[in-house]
């Protein structure tokens, strides 16, 4: 993976409302924060997974990087450019897919896609690949479409002219599980052969597991990881079943405890325990050696587990 910035958000605070303070005393307004000081870098090429559920400041964040949204302080730069001072630039280089998709409902696909083809030409091959791997009919109006079928509009639409950067807010909600692997089959490629970088919000967790490099998690407006994802599922959390030789002679539930990675512990019959470990086991494997064990499996925690752990 290329280490070269595409996307790079430093300290971004986004405040929403307004108070009127006069000596001291509050008199009129609220202040709410949508996004606090959040930093993260997108590299070329690699596809960036963004989580949280809803209301942690997903959506803000990726309006105030598209200048959607004046943020308090801060700095974004996209390309190596300012994100506001040169956002016209930008744009011409960028696709995006907001979550709450509006496209204009007289026109159909075909012509929607003409139309935008105005401010970014569309690659015709390209295009030609898409109709192919989405179903939706492009000659009808998109008042007359489905939910799915117009989120299809709106990813043809994105993806036609193969921009530097796509920015992809729940991409695939409305999708059947068809046009879905058709969509992550279709980033994978552009990702790792035309090293097109993106950033992609979901609540999808086993999508973001599988099409993407790395993940940042945002919580009541602050970022609180950003990491590899296939070095998040074994740094984080694993999943251990340990199956001893009989009942009678056992670790404790409280030996098991007071073992600093152990998140938790469960006995689930007789002589089998299952454990959650965070990070290091030399600790628990030190106290199973004290043990006739005659079973021991050790997994990666999937990122729901992982993302239940931030939120739990």
Known sequence: MSTDSILQVSNLTKIYGRELVLGGRKLLGDQVTGAQDVSFTVVKGEIFGFLGPNGAGKTTTMRAILDYLKIKSGKVTIFGLDHRKDRIEIRNRLGYVPGDMALFKNFTGEELIEYFSKF???????????????????????????TGNRRQVGLIAALASKPDLLILDEPTGGLDPLMTANFHRIIKKLSREEKITIFLSSHDLAEVQQVCDRVGIIKEGKMILVEKVEDLKTKLLQKCIVQFENGNNLPTIDEFKAINSVISVEQINGNSFSLKIQEDVKDLLKLLTQYPVKRLRLEDATLEEIFLQFYA
Do not use: D, T, Y
Not at 128 to 139: C, D, G, I, Q, S
């Open 120 to 146: 970014r030409p569309v690659n015709k091959e390209f295009f030609a690949e898409l109709k192919k791997n989405f179903r939706v009919n492009l000659h009808k109006k998109i008042r007359n479409l489905s």
